[in-house]
């Protein structure tokens, strides 16, 4: 039963979601319940399943605490769902969150690099899923993952030129200096790895800095 609900959660095959509950109204709270490492609610939000993440959640009646549970490579539902930029699953999800005030504890999870869903949403550069999540929870921004790098490390590391932007004129305020002067595990800023990648040209007088492939001014 486990494995045809992976394969529907996969496919976003609703029917199959309701016909595994309708022959054991129990069959998904006991996948949370006995640890199971890989559930179909973490299928269905690496492969932007909304209406099965939706469905799945209604029916199991699982708990935000559930919802934060990390598979076997180490990633929660909000996290998959933010690393491949499924905005109606992220929404979602923090809207259930909410409800059930567990939004600290679902956007403060990190995954098994030590990132948030903040971070994760950060390496595919959706705006609209970074907007999301900082509003939810800005805190996150503040965090580091385990190789000590902030969400800015990330968004240089994966040349998300737009995504950067974003949050340094419009999200990161105040903070932004603190921030842009983190070190990584190796004691690299955001400035070493970009002018090392030839992403970025500094002026050393004025401390002000731009994109070269995008062009766009700080």
């Known amino acids: ?24 109204d129990s069959i998904l709270q006991k996948l949370h319940s006995c640890g199971c490492v890989e559930t179909p609610l973490h299928r269905a939000s690496m492969f932007g399943q909304a209406e099965f993440v939706r469905e799945y959640i209604r029916l199991s009646l699982i708990s935000a605490h559930q919802l934060s549970q990390l598979n076997r490579d180490g990633y929660s539902p909000l996290h ?15 809207e259930f969150v909410k409800q059930n005030f567990a939004v600290v504890e679902v956007c403060m999870k990190k995954d098994r690099d030590g990132k948030t869903a903040l971070h994760s949403a950060m390496v595919s550069g959706k705006i609209e899923v970074i907007d999301l999540l900082f509003v939810n929870y800005p805190d996150a921004a ?27 004129d419009q999200k990161l305020g105040s903070s932004v200096e603190g921030l842009l002067n983190v070190g990584d595990r190796e004691g690299n800023t ?29």
């Open 1 to 24: 039963m486990e494995g045809k609900l992976l394969e529907a959660a996969r496919s976003g095959n609703v029917e199959a979601l309701y016909d595994a509950v309708g022959e054991d």
């Open 80 to 94: 998959l769902a933010s690393a491949n930029a499924h905005l109606e699953i992220v929404q979602f999800m923090l």
């Open 142 to 168: 503040n965090e580091v993952t385990f190789h000590q790098e902030t969400v800015l490390h990330l968004a240089v590391k994966h040349h998300q030129h737009e995504a950067l932007k974003f949050l340094i």
């Open 190 to 218: 955001i400035l070493h790895l970009a002018t090392a990648n030839r992403q970025f040209q500094v002026s050393p007088k004025s401390r002000r800095f731009f994109l070269t492939k995008s062009y766009c001014i700080f």
